[in-house]
């Protein structure tokens, strides 16, 4: 599990054509705003984060009915003070409070996803790996999903593109493609490193990097995404060990 | 592995003075929302949604600068198509398209929180258990993160009542207290379940199930939240295995 290779984490190494993936970095602010609940006071909030000049990157709705609680990260807020007086003063707001950001808490997303035996390899691989880096100041969350089936494969690959932080994204099964394949392209396309295990179906022909071994494909895809390793993805994009 | 007791899964079955927690069903409505950026883009689409009577429940800003992608999760939307429509009407916006929400692709999420060694351990029982489950139609996620020290640690515990979907947490260490036993009560206030590993500190008496074996924690943590499994939490909460 050692460190080889060179430089720089992959995410600021995407080939030709891929866009960076958003949000992988801490917002400048990130409050929770609590209190009573009614209709229109989401929109009273957008109101005056727009007049702060704020950057809305995410927003939670953590409570509502009869209590509301709504987690916020904001980018480009101009007087972040002033923002929260903003806040209090809707009428039903009863208290806003700074907080650590999902950024600092859970850091980067590294998702895993297919078959609950080969799954459980790569988290176990991924986990101790990540734990190596997160003892030296990395941040890197494992998150795993066991599934069957073609299509609810493709929609769990797929939606990482959605989801808040996702860097990379482990295939871990015995046989994928169609719209798996397809969905690898898509994630791909949007910044997402894929690693996919050795097995049958078009999927590793799609993906950065086939690893056979799942503990090894868990701890390779740490080192890819994490700041603490060196370990450059393209010197060793598209092969297979 | 088999699935004991009776009843109701965890989520129906809070004790006293616990609230249901929020987002643990599908949204009426899951959609995408893609075309250009500019300043004010989320404040006219929260205008759009208030107008046809939604509840925001979540957003996620998949993509933004140059071209924008924004993911809206919603209920109580009166006229989906119309909403759609309005949507279509705002300057910058080129598309919207509907896709599966976040529930029906990755469903409930439990969190194991601790040592790498630990976490690894409760995540191959969680993942193996909730494979089980998933192949009969549930869906849980197993989400993990190895950390160090309390403050990080009462962090990640404590943020799991603003993570989406999240149902329980699996406190996965040596020796917890302080801090992480006061995120605890916080989360379990929430309507989070709390399993924790037999280890030394205070946390385990805060928890509502103490499971010695680390593979057995996240079997048992799965059985307590799958809607297909007949494991009522309330038969054994408080019980040391």
Same mark, same amino acid.
């Given at each position: =599990?050692?460190?080889? &290779?060179?430089?720089?984490?992959?995410?600021?190494?995407?080939?030709?054509?891929?866009?960076?993936?958003?949000?992988?970095?801490?917002?400048?602010?990130? !409050?929770?705003? +609590?209190? &009573?609940?009614?209709? &229109?006071?989401?929109?009273? =909030?957008?109101?005056?984060?727009?007049?702060?000049? &704020?950057?809305? /990157?995410?927003?939670?709705? !953590?409570?509502?009915?009869?209590?509301?609680?709504?987690?916020? $990260?904001?980018?480009?807020?101009?007087?972040?003070?002033?923002?929260?007086?903003?806040?209090?003063?809707?009428?039903? @707001?009863?208290? !806003?409070? %700074?907080?650590?950001?999902?950024?600092?808490?859970?850091?980067?997303?590294?998702? *895993?996803?297919?078959?609950?035996?080969?799954?459980?390899?790569?988290?176990?691989?991924?986990?101790? $790996?990540?734990?190596?880096?997160?003892? %030296?100041?990395?941040?890197?969350?494992?998150?795993?999903?066991?599934? *069957?089936? +073609?299509?609810?494969?493709?929609?769990?690959?797929?939606? *990482?593109?959605?989801?808040? %932080?996702? #860097?990379?994204? @482990? /295939?871990?099964?015995?046989?994928?493609?169609?719209?798996?394949? $397809?969905?690898?392209?898509?994630?791909?396309?949007?910044?997402?490193?894929?690693?996919?295990?050795? =097995?049958?179906?078009?999927?590793?022909?799609?993906?950065? /990097?086939?690893?056979?071994?799942?503990?090894?494909?868990?701890? =390779?895809?740490?080192?890819? #995404?994490?700041?603490?390793? %060196?370990?450059?993805? $393209?010197?060793?994009?598209?092969?297979?060990?």
């Amino acid at each position: =599990m050692g460190e080889p &290779g060179s430089l720089s984490p992959v995410t600021t190494t995407g080939g030709p054509g891929r866009e960076e993936a958003p949000l992988r970095r801490p917002p400048q602010l990130a !409050v929770l705003v +609590e209190g &009573g609940d009614r209709k &229109g006071l989401l929109h009273d =909030m957008t109101a005056a984060i727009l007049r702060h000049g &704020g950057d809305i /990157l995410s927003v939670e709705i !953590v409570e509502r009915g009869v209590r509301s609680a709504v987690y916020w $990260e904001l980018d480009a807020v101009r007087d972040p003070e002033s923002l929260e007086r903003a806040f209090l003063a809707i009428d039903v @707001v009863a208290s !806003v409070s %700074r907080l650590p950001s999902m950024f600092q808490v859970y850091g980067k997303r590294i998702i *895993v996803v297919g078959a609950g035996a080969q799954v459980g390899q790569v988290a176990i691989g991924a986990i101790g $790996e990540a734990d190596r880096h997160n003892i %030296r100041g990395e941040k890197i969350s494992v998150d795993t999903i066991p599934v *069957v089936g +073609e299509e609810n494969l493709a929609n769990a690959a797929r939606a *990482v593109a959605r989801l808040p %932080r996702a #860097v990379a994204l @482990v /295939l871990a099964g015995s046989l994928m493609g169609g719209e798996v394949t $397809e969905a690898v392209d898509q994630v791909r396309a949007r910044g997402i490193l894929v690693v996919s295990l050795n =097995m049958a179906g078009s999927v590793p022909a799609h993906a950065d /990097l086939v690893v056979t071994d799942p503990v090894q494909a868990g701890v =390779m895809t740490v080192m890819a #995404v994490a700041s603490t390793a %060196r370990f450059d993805i $393209e010197r060793i994009r598209g092969r297979r060990f």
